[in-house]
């Protein structure tokens, strides 16, 4: 406003004529300043409303998984796979281009039924190894192999989901909404009976006294309305019911008090006798007594071997984190040994 008095008093020289003309001009003045401030927030929600469309735009590009169904030209056995013989052979993985590798030429194998404790610095990459094995990002270079068969062949639905094929318990346990029964068994293959028994092989203490009318009981999303422990329970008593061949344990324990842990541990040594097992571990107690230990550095194969005998190389790196536990625990463990 000050802008237009000034410019109307120095370059009109008849006021006296057009006072109208002010008048209007100081008006519309006077006004500029809401309509730029009308203007300012159409931006501001425009710039908010097309948000979704950006992010429609983003998902419509992004990378898509591969097929689901295995190629009819993998013949592919039904009763695959039948002893759980797993091998990496000079596997890299990177999560997307640009990024260093993740897994750099990881080589190793695991026999059927054998127990394999993964262990590692962070970052060392102990849970790639599962983000591998489960194809949820495509090895750049190498091969995984399960009993002969190269992963890498076979559609999603014969990696992930065949049963007995591969399961995982994760560190934070998936569960889904709906009743326990769907739950436990979402594609219905299994009978009451065989999930109240493996429910009350895990010791959930109200399906064991109340039994089969628990199955109907209503589980909120991600299970929300049990315990962290009793989530990882109702996951082991899913993998119990699918009997896999191999079965990944990604920190599993993580969250849970020592008390459950040891019981998880129980269950899983007296109820997977046969599968081969990959535990990254969390608590190095968990995995003294395995058949062998993998030992993670910088994405590939630091040590490998039994308990025993890595812990006689005082100098190793499994040494190295056993005794970075401290010294009460350090000889704690070694006597597990």
């Not at 927030?41 to 992010?55: C, D, F, K, P, W």
């Amino acid at each position: 406003m000050l802008f237009a008095a000034i410019f109307v008093v120095c370059f009109n020289d008849n006021l006296q004529q057009e006072t109208g003309i002010v008048a209007i001009l100081l008006i519309w003045s006077s006004n500029f300043t809401i309509t730029l401030g009308f203007f300012s927030r159409g931006l501001s929600e425009t710039e908010a409303n097309i948000t979704a469309v950006e992010r429609a735009s983003e998902m419509a590009v992004l990378p898509q998984e591969s097929s689901k169904n295995t190629p009819d030209t993998v013949h592919l056995k039904s009763s695959w796979p039948t002893k759980g013989d797993l091998a990496f052979e000079n596997v890299q993985l990177r999560y997307r281009p640009g990024l260093p590798l993740a897994l750099k030429g990881l080589t190793f194998t695991a026999k059927s039924g054998q127990r394999v404790g993964i262990v590692g610095r962070t970052g060392a990459g102990k849970s790639t190894i599962a983000v591998a094995l489960f194809r949820l990002a495509e090895i750049e270079s190498g091969k995984i192999i399960l009993d002969d068969c190269d992963l890498s062949t076979l559609g999603l639905a014969d990696v992930r989901g065949r049963k007995n094929g591969m399961c995982i318990i994760p560190q934070d346990p998936v569960l889904f909404s709906g009743s326990l029964r769907e739950c436990l068994d979402p594609f219905g293959v299994s009978t009451d009976e065989k999930i109240v028994e493996a429910l009350q092989m895990v010791g959930v203490s109200h399906v064991k006294e109340r039994g089969l009318p628990a199955l109907s009981d209503h589980v909120d999303e991600g299970g929300l309305n049990f315990s962290v422990g009793e989530r990882q329970l109702l996951c082991l008593a899913r993998a119990i019911l699918v009997k896999p061949k191999v079965l990944v344990l990604d920190e599993a324990t993580a969250n849970v008090d020592s008390d459950t842990d040891a019981f998880i541990q129980k269950m899983i040594r007296s109820h997977f006798k046969g599968t081969t097992l990959l535990t990254i571990a969390h608590r190095l107690n968990t995995i003294m007594d395995y058949d062998v230990i993998l030992v993670m550095d910088k994405g590939t194969v630091g040590e490998i071997g039994s308990p025993k005998t890595l812990l006689q190389n005082s100098k190793g790196l499994f040494s190295s984190l056993v005794d970075s536990t401290g010294n009460e625990m350090a000889t704690s463990l070694r006597g597990l040994v």
